[in-house]
């Protein structure tokens, strides 16, 4: 059983679309994180979820809008795609927020063209 | 200055050498540590959480040093396995939180 799914796991598109990437984790975590990993491989935090509440936005354009339903699940809907929106985008989970190890996902390659 | 620094490499060692890494961290309110391990083209999975009395697993140790801000990750006796990028990553726990990666250290190990 996967612990951190998220899907699609590749998505293509054009600029100007709106995609949605959605996460979800059967660990029973509290937290849950979006990442943004670029080109030169820097990984940057995004958002930080705790118990459905938006803990942490970094400067992040509000293109981007996390949305949880649930514990258990923190998705990332991105309107009017950029260029510079490819990277890949890892979902992450932990057990609280900021002393217990986080649980990747196996990442969303964007690609906008 | 960058709340987390490491070398970015490459380390190109040989099969059964030792290597050591170090990462800084500027913020002293720095709480956890830990070292991530990152294949090519796959997610950052946890290697060791690292602890102020250092800790050991199997061929890896990590140590802590809050008086110099530091920490390192030794590896002893390279596997072809070993090879990836390795990641710092340090929690800052002051009123917020905040969870800061370095940029990585690649590893390449050769037979």
């Known amino acids: 059983d996967t612990a951190v799914s998220q899907t699609p796991k590749y998505l293509v598109t054009q600029m100007g679309n709106d995609k949605s990437i959605k996460c979800e984790q059967n660990?029973?975590?509290?937290?849950m994180y979006w990442y943004k990993q670029d080109s030169k491989k820097f990984l940057k935090i995004m958002f930080s979820y705790n118990n459905k509440e938006l803990i942490i936005n970094e400067t992040v354009p509000n293109r981007f809008s996390p949305k949880s339903p649930d514990k258990a699940h923190l998705n990332l809907h991105i309107n009017s795609l950029e260029l510079g929106d490819s990277a890949v985008y890892f979902c992450?989970?932990?057990?609280?927020?900021?002393?217990?190890?986080?649980?990747f996902g196996q990442g969303t390659r964007l690609t906008v063209v | 200055r960058k709340e987390v620094e490491q070398d970015p490499g490459p380390f190109n060692v040989p099969e059964g050498a030792t290597v050591a890494f170090n990462c800084t961290y500027s913020?002293?309110?720095?709480?956890?540590f830990f070292w991530y391990r990152q294949d090519c083209r796959k997610e950052p999975k946890l290697l060791m959480s690292?602890?102020?009395s250092g800790n050991e697993d199997g061929r890896f140790t990590a140590q802590l040093n809050r008086a110099s801000q530091y920490i390192s990750l030794l590896i002893r006796d390279s596997k072809l396995s070993d090879s990836a990028t390795y990641l710092c990553?340090?929690?800052?726990?002051?009123?917020?939180?905040?969870?800061?990666f370095g940029a990585g250290t690649r590893l390449f190990v050769k037979a």
């Open positions: 660990l029973g975590h509290d937290t």
């Open positions: 990553v340090v929690n800052i726990v002051t009123g917020g939180f905040k969870t800061i």
């Open positions: 913020n002293s309110a720095s709480q956890s």
């Open positions: 992450a989970s932990s057990q609280d927020l900021g002393r217990t190890e986080a649980f």
């Open positions: 690292v602890y102020s």
